[in-house]
Nanobody
Framework: QVQLVESGGGLVQPGGSLRLSCAAS????????IGWFRQAPGKEREAVLCISRSDVITKYVDSVKGRFTISRDNAKSTAYLQMNNVKPAGTAVYYC???????????????????WGQGTQVTVSS
């Protein structure tokens, strides 16, 4: 069955870095886009970054420009979210999702993604 498992979250100080991983199984990973989303306390889940199967990156949140990057290693069926110079506003549960089965491209709405990971908590605090 399709599975996505996030890891790498934790407590980080403002200005620090974290790398989140999204390990996928049960489908042809390199054929589909992978999106990273986040949900802060009391807020709706929002799309952050997405990477297509051809490594085209789409950014959905201006505040992460120059600080967050997304990548994928198809040989490992894993996507990554590198978070640098993190800010307290980045405190959230971070989720990855695959565009399977609705399509192969990136999208920014929850309903465009069927399969999600369980999420990993990122807390930015001193």
């Amino acid at each position: 069955q399709v599975q996505l498992v996030e890891s790498g979250g934790g407590l980080v100080q403002p200005g620090g870095s974290l790398r989140l991983s999204c390990a996928a199984s049960g489908f042809v990973f390199d054929y589909y886009a992978i999106g990273w989303f986040r949900q802060a306390p009391g807020k709706e889940r929002e799309a952050v970054l997405c990477i297509s199967r051809s490594d085209v990156i789409t950014k959905y949140v201006d505040s992460v420009k120059g600080r967050f990057t997304i990548s994928r290693d198809n040989a490992k069926s894993t996507a990554y979210l590198q978070m640098n110079n993190v800010k307290p506003a980045g405190t959230a549960v971070y989720y990855c999702a695959t565009s399977l089965p609705y399509g192969v491209g990136c999208a920014d709405a929850d309903f465009d993604y069927k399969y999600w990971g369980q999420g990993t908590q990122v807390t930015v605090s001193s």
